[in-house]
């Protein structure tokens, strides 16, 4: 990004920690228990989907509202989930170092959840305070709320920021903000497939591979 100001964004969950994957486990099993035919595999439609409007959709699909205390008991058992199966992306912690960019968290997980998952894989410090949750804004990915809101906070505008991301509504979302994105498919919930779904979001370059990221960001500054 030639001159400042200039910012990377990075999603949390399938890009700094790898954990789409359980985490799909865990709403289905919860959601079967509650007499919700949701699968593993139909709940990963709802990678980068904040819970509020995951709640809202499972709601008018199945036709009757989900307990008011499903949020908390759920985040329970993820929660538990985090400490026995949680893992940074590979490579991660050495391509954030690599880069110049000043870098921020934008995510649509809660700010509890994002100092949980970032502090027990040592990257919380890395970040903090620059980690913004679509609780802070009205409408969460795939609107571009949150995207405007962190690069507000940053003092970059829109047009000098990239954005790293794994799900087609962080790609939307980002891309209606103006901004370009490179779609990451290195996480374990990741099929075939899933990068061309990011492209066709909207994604400048596709990557699987974290080490690839400073040559990415240099390739792909904003002028």
């Given at each position: 990004m030639r001159g400042r100001p200039a910012c990377l964004f990075s999603a949390c969950d399938g890009v700094l920690i790898d954990s789409e994957t359980f985490a799909a486990r865990v709403h289905a099993e919860a959601l079967q228990g509650l007499g919700y035919a949701y699968?593993?595999?139909d709940m990963r439609r709802f990678v980068g989907v904040s819970g509020r409007d995951?709640?809202?959709i499972i709601a008018e699909e199945s036709g009757r509202p989900l307990p008011e205390d499903y949020g908390v008991s759920t985040r329970e058992t993820l929660w538990l989930a985090y400490h026995q199966e949680l893992a940074a992306v590979p490579h991660v912690a050495?391509?954030?170092d690599a880069l110049d960019e000043a870098i921020c968290v934008a995510s649509s997980s809660s700010p509890e959840s994002l100092r949980l998952s970032l502090g027990l894989v040592g990257l919380y410090e890395r970040f903090?305070?620059?980690?913004?949750?679509?609780?802070?804004v009205a409408r969460a990915k795939p609107a571009p709320d949150l995207f405007l809101f962190?690069?507000?906070?940053?003092g970059v505008p829109p047009s000098r920021c990239l954005v790293i991301e794994d799900s087609i509504a962080g790609v939307r979302g980002a891309r209606a903000a103006g901004m370009t994105v490179l779609g990451f498919t290195g996480a374990g919930h990741c099929g075939p497939g899933h990068g061309t779904a990011l492209a066709q979001a909207g994604a400048a370059a596709v990557f699987d591979d974290m080490r690839r990221l400073p040559g990415?960001?240099?390739q792909h500054r904003r002028g």
């Open positions: 699968t593993t595999d995951m709640c809202r050495e391509a954030i903090a305070p620059h980690i913004f949750s679509a609780t802070q962190a690069a507000g906070q940053m990415l960001v240099g």
